[in-house]
């Protein structure tokens, strides 16, 4: 082909919002000139503002392209280049040095999806690095919804429990409780749906703090405030039971345990009867709200309670899932078309049965971790795991090492595919354990607040300069990740990185696979994907296009030869494995428990609002953020509303601090009545950029969050107390 003449190269977007969308890569001479979308027939997988905008991304002026080493202190952001030889010498070098000095288990390794969803590109490789090389500490709990993967589990037996996006259609009452997918898209073509099953007839209902871009679509918003969710479910039980409207045949043929949820909702184990009017001091929601809600989802069928996962990420968020899956029970909605679990409503991973033998998990051949005790996973993360630590707390880990009770002092920190400091909670505490490590390395494609931690960075490629192979969530398909361009710089892909460091320690059984033979392996190992040339030509392989899939039909439909995968065999509304843990803070049935610093905590006098921190239209958490197109959009601003800005003297477009005994950030005010009173939004994912006071100048939510976790390791990032006031720039 001519050089110069424009070529179309067709691919699916891998980054980290779910939605795997249709790419159509326009590049000339070697460089993108745009990015267009689906041009196939309905259902389109269409892209997004950043998926189309993703080539300033690449073409970032802040793109790392060199591997670098630190010169400045940590944090400054100082770094020279050095080759890629030294940098792989330098890392196995320490890798080596720490293993000795601390044990395997002092070699730390922190991963994030970073891209989503693709075959190679997770933390495997890095794991099979560090597996075959002795072992290192592996983190767990998934920051997105540790409380719902504990509650699905607990009550279902399998981390999979949503309907597919297309069953929306069936639907005749869809809640979307605490769910913006307009906005977070989980899963390409989510939105689409919802609109076209408003178009044939659904009532569509949101409860959430503020009113969003998805329930602009609905026809009511019931406002709520953080962290109550599970105080307004059980209330409508009570309505249900009281008024006899729970399917009792339902309950009686595929649940256990039903008696001693109604006994702690008609409060004959504490005396407290959990009414609408009960609830209504707790969440802000009008009794009348709640009964009328009630009697709506036990009689308007089939419904779907799309259970979103914002909510689960508050103190006890586990409580939350339960009892929103305790109602999909009552209603006689699980395992229906046009119904929904409530389990999860965001699933990323392999939820949909896809023929894959081994997807995003682990194989044997990767190695075992000897770091590890008992270790349960779902695909590459890690969801529990007593020997291991806990992401939050990293940090404290590294501070305190073996006299805070850990197995070891941790002496090196591996980052990859995660802007750790950024996202995990108490970014402040987070500093000083960056500055304390004696070694990190962080694979990266930009300079990132953490990056800018780093002693070395290996840069990395994006995904249009790599191949792979993605798969749809929500709507079944798998998407070839195709290779437009050569890496930009000295970027080398991941399968590189791993080999060349294997060599350098000595490993030996690593493997010589390269990144197209390992993709042809995994389609050939029995997926659908029967024709790897045609798959990867096209780009696209829709599974059963038409045909929706609804999680535990059988279940359902044939109970006798089909057991839920609990131990009972039935949906457990009672968790014998709970009730063993004999922690009045693990609940065998779903209970309203009070958060820490909610609205009764005595903090609340000097921190009297609540702080949430949404996923933003223009970032994908912290990605995307220097991207012109996407600034834009939207401007990262603090949500409040007019009776709280008011007192304080605050005008939208204000600069106002937000603080807590955490940490203070600066960030713009946006006064309005779309979000809760003494309820504030800080969207996350905005990148810490502290003043020389220690005051964070770019609005990054998590200088404010604590790193607390939940019993059963949720991560409460939407628990969080806080002051807001006007800020005076010192001169
Ligand atoms: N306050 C608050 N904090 C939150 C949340 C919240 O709601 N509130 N949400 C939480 C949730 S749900 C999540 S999932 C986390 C997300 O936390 P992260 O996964 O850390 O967030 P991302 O910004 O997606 O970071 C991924 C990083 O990987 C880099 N990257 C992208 N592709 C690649 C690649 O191919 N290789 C490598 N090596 N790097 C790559 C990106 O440049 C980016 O810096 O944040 C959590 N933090
Ligand atoms: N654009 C974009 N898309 C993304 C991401 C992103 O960062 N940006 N992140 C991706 C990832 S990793 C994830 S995990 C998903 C999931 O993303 P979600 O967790 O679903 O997204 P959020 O915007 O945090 O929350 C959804 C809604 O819940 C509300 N909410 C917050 N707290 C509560 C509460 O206590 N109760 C109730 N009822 N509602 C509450 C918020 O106001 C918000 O409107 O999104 C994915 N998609
Ligand atoms: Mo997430």
């Not at 998926?51 to 100082?78: C, F, N, S, T, W």
């Not at 000095?101 to 970073?114: C, E, H, K, Q, T």
């Not at 749809?472 to 070839?480: A, E, I």
Request: charged share 25%; glycine share 8%.
């Amino acid at each position: 082909m001519n050089q110069s003449e424009e070529k179309i190269v067709r691919t699916t977007c891998a980054s980290h919002c779910g939605g795997t969308c249709v790419f159509r890569v326009h590049v000339k001479d070697g460089a993108i000139t745009r990015i267009e979308s689906d041009d196939s027939p309905e259902p389109q997988l269409r892209a997004c503002a950043r998926g189309r905008a993703y080539r300033q991304r690449v073409y970032d002026p802040d793109r790392i392209v060199h591997p670098l080493r630190r010169v400045g202190e940590r944090g400054e952001g100082k770094f020279e280049r050095i080759s890629w030889n030294e940098a792989f010498d330098t890392v196995a070098a320490k890798l080596k040095w720490a293993k000795e000095a601390g044990g395997p288990a002092s070699r730390v390794l922190a991963s994030s999806s970073g891209d989503i969803n693709e075959v190679h590109v997770g933390m495997r490789l890095f794991h099979k690095l560090l597996a075959l090389d002795g072992g290192y500490t592996k983190c767990w709990g998934v920051m997105s919804y540790q409380g719902g993967i504990a509650s699905v589990n607990a009550t279902f037996g399998t981390w999979r429990t949503t309907n597919t996006r297309d069953d929306f259609l069936n639907s005749r009452l869809i809640i979307l409780w605490g769910w913006n997918p307009a906005n977070t898209i989980c899963g390409t073509n989510t939105t689409w749906y919802l609109a076209r099953a408003r178009e044939k007839g659904a009532k569509i209902i949101a409860i959430d703090p503020k009113l969003t871009d998805t329930g602009v679509l609905a026809d009511e918003w019931i406002p709520i405030y953080p962290g109550t969710d599970s105080a307004m479910l059980i209330a409508m039980a009570y309505v249900m039971l009281n008024e006899n409207l729970q399917d009792q045949k339902f309950l009686d043929k595929y649940t256990v345990g039903f008696e001693h949820f109604r006994d702690y909702v008609l409060g004959k184990e504490d005396g407290i009867a959990k009414t609408p009017a009960w609830a209504e001091k707790i969440t802000g929601v009008p009794a009348a709200t709640i009964t009328r809600l009630a009697r709506e989802y036990a009689t308007v069928k089939p419904g779907a309670l799309l259970a979103g996962v914002a909510p689960g990420r508050t103190a006890y968020g586990e409580q939350y899932h339960r009892a929103a899956s305790t109602l999909a029970a009552m209603t006689g909605n699980v395992g229906v078309s046009g119904g929904n679990a409530a389990g999860r409503a965001w699933e990323s991973g392999s939820w949909y049965p896809y023929k894959m033998p081994y997807g995003l998990s682990l194989r044997p051949e990767d190695g075992t971790n000897p770091v590890l005790g008992e270790e349960r996973t779902a695909g590459f993360m890690a969801i529990y795991l007593p020997s291991g630590v806990h992401m939050s707390n990293v940090a404290d880990f590294i501070l305190r090492g073996k006299s805070g009770g850990y197995n070891a002092d941790p002496k090196l920190l591996m980052v990859v595919n995660h802007n750790y400091l950024n996202q995990q909670s108490n970014v402040n505490l987070m500093v000083k354990a960056l500055k304390k490590i004696d070694f990190s390395v962080m694979v990266e494609q930009v300079m990132t607040a953490t990056a800018k931690f780093a002693d070395i960075i290996l840069p990395t490629a994006t995904f249009l300069e790599r191949n792979d192979i993605v798969f749809g969530v929500g709507t079944p398909f798998y998407g070839s990740v195709n290779k437009a361009i050569e890496p930009q710089g000295e970027c080398k892909t991941h399968i590189e990185i791993v080999r060349e460091l294997a060599k350098r320690l000595g490993i030996t059984n690593y493997g010589n696979d390269t990144e197209e033979a390992i993709i042809k392996e995994f389609a050939a190992a029995g997926t659908e994907i029967t024709n790897y040339e045609d798959f990867k030509r096209e780009g696209i392989l829709k599974i059963n296009p038409g045909k929706t899939y609804v999680p535990f039909q059988k279940q359902i439909e044939d109970p006798e030869h089909n057991p839920f995968q609990t131990v009972s065999g039935k949906i457990e509304i009672y968790s014998q494995t709970w009730a063993d843990m004999k922690n009045p803070l693990i609940p065998p049935v779903a209970q309203y428990i009070e958060t820490w610093e909610s609205r009764n905590d005595p903090l609340i006098k000097k921190y009297p609002l609540q702080c949430i921190s949404t996923h933003f239209k223009r970032r994908t958490h912290g990605q995307f953020e220097k991207v012109p197109w996407l600034r834009e959009l939207v401007a990262q601003e603090l949500l409040i509303n007019s009776a709280d800005a008011k007192p304080r003297n605050i005008k939208s477009g204000d600069k106002v601090k937000v603080f807590n005994d955490r940490g203070t950030i600066v960030i713009p005010a946006k006064v309005t009545d779309t979000i809760v009173p003494g309820v504030i939004d800080v969207p996350q994912g905005a990148w810490y950029n502290p003043d020389k006071n220690g005051i964070d100048r770019g609005g990054c939510a998590n200088v404010l969050t604590s790193e607390r976790i939940s019993p059963q390791g949720a991560f409460p990032y939407n628990t969080c107390l806080v002051q807001v006031e006007k800020f005076q720039e010192e001169n």
